[in-house]
Nanobody, 125 residues
Framework: QVQLVESGGGLVQAGGSLRLSCAAS????????MGWFRQAPGKEREFVAA????????YYADSVKGRFTGSRDNAKNTVYLDMNSLNPEDTAVYFC??????????????????WGQGTQVTVSS
């Protein structure tokens, strides 16, 4: 089992920035690729970003590319999502998720076995 706890969400004005964190416990963190997903009211959960086990490879949805940056600190068992130039369309509950792989990272939702409880991000116009 892997336990994931997100933090860092909140209310921010359009154009602002936030940093989300996701602390992991329970298993060897470096055996897992980590993903960020989000779900807006009335919409399906969607992929935002992913990072491989070492942090050397990152993947982004087109909608956030150039604005969001994923990173991780394996010594702290934590993954981060730096979000810049936020706009109201980024408003959603953001979830981190873990995928056991040291190889190819799958960005599809069902590839992730462990999920956090989510943190709300609200961007006002």
């Amino acid at each position: 089992q892997v336990q994931l706890v997100e933090s860092g969400g909140g209310l921010v004005q359009a154009g602002g920035s936030l940093r989300l964190s996701c602390a992991a416990s329970g298993r060897t963190f470096s055996n897992y690729a980590m993903g960020w997903f989000r779900q807006a009211p009335g919409k399906e959960r969607e992929f935002v970003a992913a990072i491989n086990w070492s942090g050397e490879s990152t993947y982004y949805a087109d909608s956030v590319k150039g604005r969001f940056t994923g990173s991780r600190d394996n010594a702290k068992n934590t993954v981060y999502l730096d979000m810049n130039s936020l706009n109201p369309e980024d408003t959603a509950v953001y979830f981190c998720a873990a995928q056991r792989t040291r190889g190819r990272v799958d960005v599809r939702l069902y590839a992730y076995a462990y999920w956090g409880q989510g943190t709300q991000v609200t961007v006002s116009s």
